[in-house]
């Protein structure tokens, strides 16, 4: 069966450090993965989207970028965070619907 | 474009009563539609899909969700509300000509189940 991983589960860095959150998935390959960003624990808002090693959309202008280095990892970046980068983090994956979320990564930029 | 929208933030309900969440969509071409439950700081858990055919669906925990093609709307619905139910809850939508399969969310509705 196919799973979904995603670290840190909760991350608190200070204003204009560095970002890397990591999500892998098993058990299928070349999947589509997705970042969504989710706010005051409420709406979701898609912010990248990859269909293969090294194809990333972003669907938002922002201070974050995407990687997709192997097929079935997806990373998300940021050289310099700011305060409005704090949110609830959720990485995706989905070849035909329905999507598959990981359980999220709680980031609060100090 | 493709938008959904829950009008309601918050539906409060009785333990063993029925319970409605609102969703209302709009997309170029045939809808796929999608709920699903988040529980607190956790990732969303998919509770039920609608591509084609029976306009009502049943999904998981007892879950359903009726497409209205005249209304737009793809509400979700469960007989007898257990306080296990209280959560917040997604409806989502692609196009499905859209290929990259990107789901578009409401805002979300918070239930609560009364004991």
């Known amino acids: 069966s196919q799973t979904i991983h995603q670290w840190p589960a909760t991350l608190v860095q200070p204003v204009g450090s560095p970002l890397s959150l990591e999500c892998t998935v098993e058990?299928?390959?070349?999947?589509?993965l997705y970042w969504y960003r989710q706010a005051a624990g409420r709406g979701l808002q898609l912010l990248f989207y990859s269909v293969g090693i090294g194809q990333i959309s972003s669907e938002v202008p922002q201070n974050l970028s995407a990687s997709r280095p192997q097929d079935r990892q997806f990373i998300l970046s940021s050289k310099k965070l700011l305060l409005s980068d704090s949110g609830f983090y959720l990485c995706?994956?989905?070849?035909?619907?329905?999507?598959?979320f990981g359980n999220g990564t709680r980031l609060t930029v100090t | 474009a493709q938008s959904v929208a829950q009008p309601e933030d918050q539906v409060n309900v009785a333990e063993g009563n029925p319970l409605t969440v609102k969703c209302t969509y709009s997309?170029?071409?045939?809808?796929?539609l999608f709920w699903y439950v988040q529980y607190p700081n956790r990732g969303l858990q998919f509770l039920l899909k609608?591509?084609?055919?029976?306009?009502l669906v049943k999904g998981s925990y007892g879950f359903e969700a009726e497409f209205n093609k005249s209304q737009t709307s793809f509400h979700l619905k469960k007989p007898s509300a257990l306080v296990s139910d209280s959560a917040l809850y997604f409806c989502a939508v692609r196009a499905d000509q859209t290929g990259a399969n990107n789901l578009f969310f409401g805002t979300g509705t918070r239930l609560t189940v009364i004991p």
């Open positions: 609608y591509i084609t055919g029976d306009n």
């Open positions: 995706a994956w989905g070849q035909h619907s329905p999507l598959h």
């Open positions: 997309v170029s071409g045939n809808p796929y």
């Open positions: 058990g299928t390959s070349n999947p589509n």
